[in-house]
């Protein structure tokens, strides 16, 4: 099996840690910093785990909260689950062997009157 990569985000931990009990908090230290987000953007980035995150954006949470890259994010490694090879309905053979078998024969029309 082969280990997936993960991640935990820590900023609303990491908030708390440093008084900071509102999202709304975030704002103006980001804007000092020449980042403007929506109030909506700020909630999303501290309660959901984002996906895609500005390097501006990182770099301005570390200096704002006087942390690390380690304290905001923790890699984890979860297992992947092995894919099993899919099988065809009759005859239980997989999908690649015995293909030509399982494909319906081509009609001929022969003897048409019109």
Excluded: N
């Excluded at 987000?37 to 700020?42: F, W």
């Excluded at 501290?46 to 301005?60: N, Q, T």
């Excluded at 024969?105 to 022969?110: E, G």
């Amino acid at each position: 099996m082969a280990a997936k990569l993960d991640y935990h985000w820590h900023l609303r931990k990491v908030m708390a840690d440093r008084g900071m009990f509102s999202t709304t908090d975030l704002i103006p230290p980001l804007e000092e910093r020449g980042i403007t987000l929506s109030s909506s953007q700020v909630y999303r980035l501290v309660v959901e785990r984002p996906e895609r995150l500005s390097l501006k954006i990182l770099i301005a949470l570390l200096d704002i909260l006087d942390c690390t890259m380690d304290d905001l994010i923790e890699p984890i490694a979860t297992a992947a689950a092995a894919k099993k090879p899919k099988k065809a309905a009759a005859g239980g053979t997989s999908v690649t062997e015995g293909v030509g078998e399982l494909r319906p024969r081509r009609a001929r029309i022969t003897g048409v009157d019109r």
